[in-house]
């Protein structure tokens, strides 16, 4: 299944995380989703085959990186309080094309800003 | 705008019960997907039904059916016999076919369910 770590963390204002993904086997596709407290998940970017392909209403300051062994990470850089949520990563096949592609959410990381 | 309405903050079933989960949707695209996820407190989103917008049978998935109704912009889900286990946060959601990668969720209902 899909993995991710850490599972909680607490950071403070200004300072930059890193929060990884092990993706299923095989899959090409990672997307991120960032869910604030009470809401649904909100679409942050997907990168198919080490290429970002499609970005949601994030600031530059999130970013991502997929690499070849089925991790990604996302970064985000000068945290802000509003960043506080759960991260949810998803693996999918097909690079996001089919409509019904089924995606494959991980446990999510619980991300605390003070 | 916001693009997939889930009125109901709650709900409240009986175990072994059918309940009904209210979704809209708002779209101009004639070519798109709805999904159905569960999110228990653990945090993962499991997936649990798909409909396609040409599909013209209502998706069936085990004891979760989708009643979709596309002139009406709906697509409900259906859960049927449910059990203790079926007390989760439920998430509907929508892929457009000229919305790029993105998958766009609702607010979600939180399911109780009683014993």
Known sequence: GVTQSPTHLIKTRGQQVTLRCSSQSGHNTVSWYQQALGQGPQFIFQYYREEENGRGNFPPRFSGLQFPNDSSELNVNALELDDSALYLCASSLAGGRGLGETQYFGPGTRLLVL | ?115
Do not use: H
């Open chain 2, 1 to 115: 705008a916001q693009k997939i309405t889930q009125t109901q903050p709650g709900m409240f079933v009986q175990e072994k019960e059918a309940v009904t989960l209210d979704c809209t949707y708002d779209t101009s695209d004639q070519s798109y997907g709805l999904f159905w996820y569960k999110q228990p407190s653990s945090g993962e989103m499991i997936f649990l039904i798909y409909q396609g917008s040409y599909d013209e049978q209502n998706a069936t998935e085990g004891r979760y059916s989708l009643n979709f109704q596309k002139a009406r912009k709906s697509a409900n889900l259906v859960i049927s016999a449910s059990q203790l286990g079926d007390s989760a946060m439920y998430f509907c959601a929508m892929r457009e076919a000229t919305g790029g990668f993105k998958t766009i969720f609702g607010a979600g209902t939180r399911l109780f369910v009683k014993a």
